[in-house]
């Protein structure tokens, strides 16, 4: 009991002098995820609109592959890139294995199944009268599927959102490509995993904590987003009150 | 093209209106006046900035129709404009595609469900059953002339007669049915198997008391009423007169004149009023 209440009041210690090791290791924590989001992003959303928006053989079973890998364990994505990035993997030669761009790769990989998937349910949830009016408007097809995902943009954002969280929250990707490195690799749930081996849980709890916090923001940010999408958001954007 | 259910994107009402504007790579500097003067027709101007999803479904198929005029259409599709309004919206965009079509000479084709829609708006009609057009013609045609049974039931002609034409003096003929005859007009020679055709408010009904009056109607039979079913502020009588007869009356006639189910009544109808079609002939034969 004495080892968490002195952990906590070490680790707001830590926080409120933003104590350099814990910021570092926060900001990459937050580099690494937000990148790999961006760029999952890039991929997510035209794959999404391409499955969505054509029919092709094997279209339910991509999707269901998709909905299954979802559910793809750290370590296992860990393990493939591993495989990949070492230097006598296919793409051992771009030296990717322990850097940050490794881990962005990993987890790119992670969580486009979730993004993907996502955006796709975001598109389906769009009336179908919304496409067909757009065509009768003389839109081209591309006009309409960045139409269409306009129309989603308040689910494709939170969409990515759960993609952020599920990747600044994995270490099984951390851990395996980016490989802890203190000052270069090491990120939140890497540290928090290490010095809780080494008893120093006031330095575990205060990077726990800054967990939590991004968390408790990416929850309001999807609060404020959704509601935004259910009403205030006219409001805020200037539109004249409901007569 | 305006849909059944006026679609709208979750963007303001000049946006979702520019649409099409923007699609054809208008420039912004023309789309907003264009934008402007849609908005005007359609009585919309003073929502223009407001989130299209927020809109009553009245407004929702202003703007849609707004969207689809803003790129000066020769032809504008309307796929059942007012089926999911109330009756005053209705109205007001019944008067706005008749004001389309003045002003704008728009060609205008609307599919409708609504058979006096149809007669209120169109020039020309096309019946569609089947997937197939059957009839095409002016209201009076489709509703007075019907080309054969099918489309008749289906534009509100419910009694259909079959019978011989017994006599024809140049156009005035005399029809029998059963035991009745008919006067109607029609060119058709004595000996033709005919249908005729009864719009029921073509029908007047009167108590059995009543003492024949020299009218205009020729066609005189007595019956007795079987059913009455009320439809709107009219009612539909069937009386049987040997034959079942369909009438439609004001609710406040029938009322008045004292009908119930069982009553004795004189049906007429004027011999103008009834369409004559040849039996053995295309559509006709059934």
């Known amino acids: 009991m004495s080892d968490i209440i002195s952990g906590f009041f070490q680790a707001l210690n830590l926080i409120v002098t933003l104590n350099p090791d814990v910021m570092q290791i926060a900001l990459l924590s937050l580099y690494v995820s937000l990148t790999a989001t961006v760029l999952a992003s890039f991929i997510s959303i035209p794959l999404g609109g391409f499955i969505h928006f054509h029919d092709f053989p094997g279209k339910r079973i991509l999707i269901v592959l998709i909905q299954t890998l979802y559910s793809v364990p750290t370590v296992v994505v860990g393990l493939l890139l591993y495989l990949v990035l070492s230097r006598s993997g296919p793409l051992g030669y771009f030296g990717l294995l322990w850097t940050p761009e490794g881990m962005i790769l990993g987890q790119m990989v992670l969580i486009i199944p979730i993004t993907t998937g996502l955006v796709l349910s975001a598109l389906s949830s769009i009336d179908r009268n919304i496409s067909d009016t757009l065509i009768s408007l003389g839109a081209t097809g591309f006009q309409t599927v960045v139409q269409v995902i306009k129309e989603a943009r308040f689910a494709i954002l939170s969409a990515l959102i759960l993609g952020f969280g599920r990747a600044i929250s994995e270490v099984g990707v951390a851990m395996m490509i980016g490989g802890n490195i203190l000052g270069q690799t090491r990120v939140l749930t890497t540290a928090i995993a290490l010095q809780t081996g080494l008893g120093d849980f006031g330095f575990s709890i205060a990077l726990g904590i800054i967990l939590l916090a991004i968390a408790l923001v990416i929850v309001i940010i999807m609060n404020l987003i959704t509601s935004g999408a259910m009403g205030d958001f006219d409001r805020i954007m200037g539109g004249s009150p409901r007569a | ?286």
């Open chain 2, 1 to 286: 093209m305006v849909f059944q259910k006026p679609a709208v994107m979750n963007t303001t009402v000049a946006d979702n209106v520019a649409f099409g504007l923007r699609f054809r790579g208008v420039e912004r500097s023309q789309r907003e006046g264009r934008v402007r003067s849609a908005l005007e027709i359609v009585g919309l101007p003073h929502l223009s900035s407001r989130m299209a999803p927020t809109l009553s479904g009245g407004e929702m198929q202003r703007v849609a129709i707004a969207r689809a005029l803003v790129t000066q259409p020769e032809v504008l599709l309307l796929d059942e404009p007012t089926a999911n309004l109330d009756p005053i919206n209705a109205d007001m965009i019944e008067d706005l595609i008749l004001q389309i079509n003045r002003k704008f000479h728009t060609t205008i084709i609307l599919s409708t469900h609504d058979m006096i829609q149809g007669q209120r708006l169109a020039d020309r009609i096309g019946v569609i059953m089947g997937g197939r057009i059957v009839q095409v013609g002016t209201a009076t045609e489709i509703f007075y002339h019907p080309e054969g049974r099918d489309i008749a039931r289906f534009v509100g002609t419910d009694t259909v007669l079959k019978g011989t034409v017994t006599a024809n003096e140049g156009g005035h003929a005399t029809i029998a049915i059963g035991d009745t005859v008919f006067e109607a007009l029609t060119p058709l020679r004595t000996g033709t198997a005919v249908a005729l055709y009864i719009r029921p408010e073509e029908v007047t009904l009167a108590p059995a008391t009543t003492m024949l009056q020299k009218t205009s109607v020729r066609n005189h039979l007595t019956g007795r009423i079987t059913r009455m079913v009320p439809y709107g502020p009219f009612i539909r009588i069937t009386a049987d007169c040997g034959m079942p007869l369909v009438a439609l009356i004001t609710r406040r006639s029938s009322t008045e004149l004292g009908f119930t189910v069982g009553a004795g009544v004189v049906a007429g109808v004027k011999a103008t009023a009834i369409h004559v079609l040849p039996v053995d002939e295309g559509r006709a034969h059934l």
